[in-house]
């Protein structure tokens, strides 16, 4: 077993871990789930993260020897502020092709769970299916929100009607349709 097959392997026990609906991943069969830096925003991201990291190393191996930290701290925060900027910016720029399907929902769970902080979060998984060009694409979008907006912000992405059958509005990737993420209707 590669490496590759065997970071998948943990990616997808470590998504599917306390979840009854299994995730749907969009990536090849095998092949580690990764956010490239398929734009120039990305490599903005990239190069902002690399000054964050080297000036905050440089700080702290250095940090009895050196009279000001002028230049490693505004590395930090151009860093920061460059990486976070660039990831809003990749994420933008990639969806900007992307089209609105309307899903219906097979079935969907809801669920409260922490962030590493502690913070609550309430957290949603569907699982759906939709066509898009001829072909029915099964999927599994996720989304999630702060404890305070409680288990009923869901209504915001899943509609019932009165028979119980639920649909969401999802942003689908043309090129790889697996590929979604949830839609305010």
Partial sequence: MNIQSKLREVQDWSSNRNWRINFISHAEENKPMVNGIGNPAGVISLIGMFLFIGGFGY??????????FTTPLSACVVGFIMAALGSILHSKIKKKGWVTVEATCIDHETKLGRTAQNAHLWALRALCKFEIDGEEIQCTPEITWPENKGE???????????????????????SNPREVQFHRS
């Fill in 152 to 174: 009923g912000w869901k209504r915001e992405f899943i509609l019932e009607d009165g028979n119980s059958i639920a649909s969401c509005s999802l942003l689908v990737n043309p």
């Fill in 59 to 68: 700080i702290m191996i250095k940090r009895g020897s050196v009279s000001d």
